[in-house]
């Protein structure tokens, strides 16, 4: 087994260095599949015909904004072996930086994007592995996620129409797909 070095085996950051990610905006996020499998169904003419575990990605995606106060849903689709949406974070009354008990340090109130996908992820991993379980007792079923995400702050309402169409869109680009294995 090798040595830890620090200078081969770190992790890059993808995140905007010095960047609030509670701050309110718009994100595009990509999320997915460990080894680009296609787990959530599959595109038949076109169109995105959702599996059993699609159907959970999908339902927990819509149920973000009952979790976190200062999320709302925006355009999203759920594919074969990822996931595309567009996070529309607010700033919700009592949101930004308070006071932590006793130790005069500040705790963040308002999640960032990472709490929210990670959130997800967990919803999700968690339910599959529910009915994976039930379906095949004695088997393992693996990761869901690829350990990251891709996240890209939109900017100006022309970025906005852009990666909304390309969201909208994406079945029908499927054969194109780079997310596609």
Known sequence: MNRYNPNIHHRRSIRLKGYDYSQAGLY????????RQCLFGEIVNDEMILNDFGNIAHHHWEKLS????????????IMPNHMHGIIFLTNPVGAG?????????????????????GAYKSLVSNQCLEIFKQKFPNDYMGKLWQRNYHEHIIRDEQSYHRIANYIINNPQNWENDKFRK
């Open 97 to 117: 930086f308070t006071p932590a008990p006793n130790h005069g340090a500040t705790a963040r109130v308002a999640p960032t994007v990472a709490d929210i996908v």
């Open 28 to 35: 595009f996020i990509t999320i997915c599949v460990h080894n």
């Open 66 to 77: 009952e979790r976190f106060q200062n999320f709302e849903l925006d355009v999203f689709q």
